[in-house]
């Protein structure tokens, strides 16, 4: 069974940086797409982006381009979330999740626990 763990949440300022990572443990990554959601305050999980396992391909939400890189390691079986130019509207629970079928799944069907990400100053 596939495990992820996030990690690199935190509180940053407006404007700041920070990279989440997500650990994935059970199974090797090689075979999974790899997706990261947010969860804001009062609002739905969302979609962030997402990384193909095939041929490194990324799609992002239009909310995030150019400010966010997700990326990922498979020798270190792990996948990454670069954000950059953080705005507040950016906090929430950050969730990386992982399929087998495509980025257009609509029910990945592995999760990691999430990772908080404030945006304040």
């Known amino acids: 069974q596939l495990q992820l763990v996030e990690s690199g949440g935190g509180l940053v300022q407006p404007g700041g940086s920070l990279r989440l990572s997500c650990v994935a443990s059970?199974?090797?990554?090689?075979?999974?797409?790899i997706g990261w959601f947010r969860r804001a305050p009062g609002k739905e999980r969302e979609g962030v982006s997402c990384?193909?396992?095939?041929?490194?391909?990324?799609r992002y939400a239009d909310s995030v381009k150019g400010r966010f890189t997700i990326s990922r390691d498979n020798a270190q079986n792990t996948a990454y979330l670069q954000m950059a130019d953080l705005k507040p509207e950016d906090t929430g629970v950050y969730y990386c999740?992982?399929?087998?079928?495509?980025?257009?799944?609509?029910?990945?069907?592995?999760w990691g626990q999430g990772t908080q990400v404030t945006v304040s100053s």
């Open positions: 999740a992982a399929s087998r079928s495509s980025c257009s799944d609509p029910k990945f069907p592995f």
């Open positions: 059970g199974y090797t990554l090689d075979y999974y797409y």
């Open positions: 990384i193909s396992r095939t041929d490194g391909s990324t």
